[in-house]
């Protein structure tokens, strides 16, 4: 079993900058990929940026060069980051964190970014 807690949604300006960070526990030595995806309202569930074996990131086109996805490790908690600058009012979704394991996908609650002025 893994656990997977997101925060650091908000409300943000056209333009800001904002951290989501992703707590993960549990059986982390299980984890395989970690990743970002989002949920705008009447929108299917999108892959934001997806970390590949700890090795390279994938991003989807919307976000290459605004965003970045960085992950550590500590006191057996992995930790994935996603530093979201020159965030624009399209990027305003539900963020959530997913961990592809040895034995199955699991999900967290979700985060929410809503960037408006």
């Known amino acids: 079993q893994v656990q997977l807690v997101e925060s650091g949604g908000g409300l943000v300006q056209p333009g800001g900058s904002l951290r989501l960070s992703c707590a993960a526990s549990?059986?982390?030595?299980?984890?395989?990929?970690l990743g970002w995806y989002r949920q705008a309202p009447g929108k299917e569930r999108e892959l934001v940026a997806r970390?590949?074996?700890?090795?390279?990131?994938?991003?989807a086109d919307s976000v290459k060069g605004r965003f970045t996805a960085s992950r550590d490790i500590a006191k057996n908690t992995m930790y994935l980051h996603l530093q979201m600058d020159s965030l624009k009012p399209e990027d305003t979704a539900v963020y959530y964190c997913?961990?592809?394991?040895?034995?199955?996908?699991?999900w967290g609650q979700g985060t929410r970014v809503t960037v408006s002025s």
């Open positions: 997913n961990a592809a394991c040895s034995y199955g996908d699991y």
């Open positions: 970390i590949i074996s700890g090795a390279y990131t994938n991003y």
């Open positions: 549990g059986s982390i030595f299980s984890i395989i990929d």
